[in-house]
């Protein structure tokens, strides 16, 4: 579910970077206001699963390469966050400390 929404927001940047001629217009501020809501659903979304973390992990890394503002604190902290919350679900291996014929 959450790769249909990643593609739905890219094809959404990518139209809106073809219009942003027309930024006044009320189709591109349409596009600029469900772009926004897309993003917004996106960055709250606690992965289900592993898929689902590197599916968001890679929008939002792709957003940080893309941008040159210095305005992605948000986004590196949210991909973090992501990560270390995988990382505290993840068991470690058990660990065979009396032979069990191996």
Not at 28 to 42: P, S
Not at 66 to 87: C, E, P, T, Y
Request: charged share 30%; hydrophobic share 40%; net charge negative.
């Amino acid at each position: 579910m959450v790769s249909i929404m990643v593609e739905q927001f890219r094809k959404m940047q990518i139209l809106l970077a073809e219009t942003i001629a027309d930024y006044e217009t009320p189709e591109f501020k349409k596009l600029d206001g469900r772009i926004a809501r897309a993003f917004d659903t996106l960055y709250r979304h606690e992965p289900c699963d592993a898929d689902e973390a590197r599916t968001l992990i890679g929008l939002f890394l792709d957003i940080i390469e893309d941008n040159d503002g210095g305005d992605s604190v948000h986004l590196i902290q949210r991909v973090r966050a992501i990560v270390d919350d995988f990382i505290g679900q993840c068991r470690p291996a058990m660990e065979i400390t009396h032979g069990a014929g191996i």
